[in-house]
């Protein structure tokens, strides 16, 4: 499928988009992310697909929202279009979603790397929600996200400076998983996708719900939601494949059934 703002591929049971807007430092317009939310429509029905990994440039995993493209909106525009609710089909895909950061990963460019479930940023990777110094404020998650990910204090000092967080801080109060030199950024994040792709898609979709799980309910909700899910995966061929495999001493041969 042909696109204009990103390039699409498959290594392995890993599909990749790579947004491709150079010029723009990989500014968010509608029509990319339009084209994101169709590539992962796209891996998400294909069984062969395990993982899809989220990429961006050396320079910039993605500045923000274009801001040239949302500066003459009105209110009644942007409320009745409800603007960049579109963008929640990111987070509502099932499988699981790497992000591979490195450079800017500001504003809108933070919030979808956020809406990701396994976040690995090059040394070189820079994170701001500056929207505040544009006369707005974080209109994709932002503000909930960064909040559930790193506590109040910091979210605040972020959102309300604007300021510039670099990988090293960001992996120290938990917003990325890891942090690796950019010279070893696609192959850690193909590292990573294949390994979670070559479990059973039936595993880590119900892991994926689970985690998710405990940011929207209860804890004994949640609790409850995992143990009947986790007893559940126990109608699964994978489960009697997994541990055969494990009692055996071989490797599993997963089939999502
Ligand atoms: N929207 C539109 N264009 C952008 C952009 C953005 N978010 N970020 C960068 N660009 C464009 C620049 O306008 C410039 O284009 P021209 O050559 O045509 O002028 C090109 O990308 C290169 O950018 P700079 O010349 O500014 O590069 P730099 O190295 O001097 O600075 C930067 C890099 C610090 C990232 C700077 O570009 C910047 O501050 N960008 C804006 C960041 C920002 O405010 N993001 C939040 C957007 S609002 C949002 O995201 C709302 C939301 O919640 C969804």
């Not at 880590?204 to 909700?221: C, D, G, H, Q």
Request: glycine share 8%; aromatic share 6%.
């Amino acid at each position: 499928m042909a696109y204009d703002f990103i390039q699409t591929r498959v290594a392995g049971r890993v599909g990749w988009i790579t947004l491709d807007r150079p010029e723009a430092l990989n500014a968010l317009n509608a029509a990319m992310v339009s084209e994101i939310v169709r590539a992962l429509a796209g891996f998400g029905a294909d069984p062969d697909i395990g993982c899809v990994v989220l990429t961006g440039s050396d320079r910039a995993f993605a500045a923000g929202a274009d801001i040239k493209e949302a500066a003459g909106r009105s209110y009644p525009e942007t409320f009745l279009e409800n603007f960049l609710a579109s963008w929640d089909a990111i987070a509502h895909l099932r499988k699981p979603l790497v992000a591979a950061v490195a450079g800017y990963a500001l504003g809108g460019g933070c919030e979808i790397m956020m809406m990701c479930d396994v976040i690995i940023a090059a040394e070189t990777a820079r994170f701001a929600l500056p929207e505040v110094k544009i006369g707005v404020m974080p209109g994709a998650g932002g503000t909930q996200r960064l909040a559930r990910a790193i506590g109040k204090a910091k979210t605040m000092d972020l959102c309300l400076t604007g300021r510039m967080m670099d990988a090293a801080e960001a992996e120290r109060l938990g917003l990325v998983s890891r942090v690796v030199p950019a010279s070893e950024l696609l192959a850690e994040a193909q590292a990573v996708a294949e390994g979670i792709a070559t479990k059973s898609r039936i595993s880590t979709m119900a892991i994926k719900e689970a985690v998710n799980r405990a940011f929207e309910t209860s804890l004994s909700e949640g609790l409850l939601f995992e143990r009947r899910t986790f007893h559940a995966l126990f109608a699964t061929q994978d489960q009697k494949e997994g541990m055969a495999a494990f009692v055996e001493k071989r490797a599993p041969q997963f089939r999502d059934m």
